[in-house]
């Protein structure tokens, strides 16, 4: 029998950015998965608007890819706007979902999709595709999961969510209230102690029966 327990998500301070030029946030690894150059695309199309974007993660484990979504930043005269920091500090990347206003994440497959977790946990509205586990791990009303690899409906969220204010304090209100239904880690170590148990008691019953 198979039982799933999901992970638990660190305590994080709670997102009160509401910034006149909002600031978006990416937690990802420099990798053709992770969707940056999708990202980098949709951004592209929604530059009349005043938005900044910090992408935290390692530039290092596919340089050549990492210096295609530099180049694709420069070639779209987004430099100054779109932040490729590379890899920080647990304490950095707490105050970096602090001080965001909207996490984004337009990965082609997640086989759980951590940052999604850490983003609701801060109460950070979050626009997110639906590939892999993605569009479970997203709590209903906290954000919105859309299809994989479709740049005009990324860059048509990017817009409402950042022209309309109202439309996204509405996302942040739901990543708030699914952050106290998120599970913390000793939770989830208790979950899985649990389900060992009750697999090991499982099988001293099935040893005994063929005894």
């Known amino acids: 029998r198979l039982q799933v327990v999901e992970p638990g998500v660190r305590a994080l301070p709670l997102a009160a950015a509401d910034a006149d030029i909002p600031k978006l946030l ?8 992770k969707g940056h150059g999708l990202l980098v695309a949709a951004l592209a199309r929604v530059a009349d608007l005043d938005w900044q974007c910090d992408c935290i993660g390692s530039l290092a484990r596919d340089p050549v890819h990492a210096g295609t979504i530099a180049a ?17 500090t647990d304490d950095a990347l707490c105050a970096a979902y602090a001080a965001a206003d909207l996490f984004v994440l337009p990965s082609r497959y997640e086989g759980y999709g951590m ?5 609701v946990a801060a109460g950070l509205p979050v626009l997110t595709t639906s590939g892999g586990a993605l569009g479970e791990t997203l709590p209903h009303g906290a954000g919105l999961a859309l299809p994989v690899d479709d740049v005009e409906a990324f860059a048509s969220a990017l817009r409402d969510l950042l022209s309309n204010r ?10 708030r209230r699914a952050r106290s239904s998120l599970r913390d880690w000793t ?6 102690a649990t389900a060992l148990d009750r697999h090991a008691a499982t099988n001293h019953l099935a040893q005994g029966r063929h005894a």
Do not use: K, W
């Not at 990416?26 to 998965?33: E, F, G, H, I």
């Open 26 to 33: 990416c937690v990802a690894s420099l990798t053709p998965r």
């Open 115 to 119: 940052v999604i977790t850490e983003a």
């Open 187 to 192: 939770r989830a170590g208790f979950e899985f």
């Open 166 to 175: 109202e439309h996204r304090l509405q996302l942040r209100d739901g990543a």
């Open 72 to 88: 694709q930043i420069a070639a779209a005269g987004l430099d100054g706007r779109v932040r490729l920091s590379g890899e920080c």
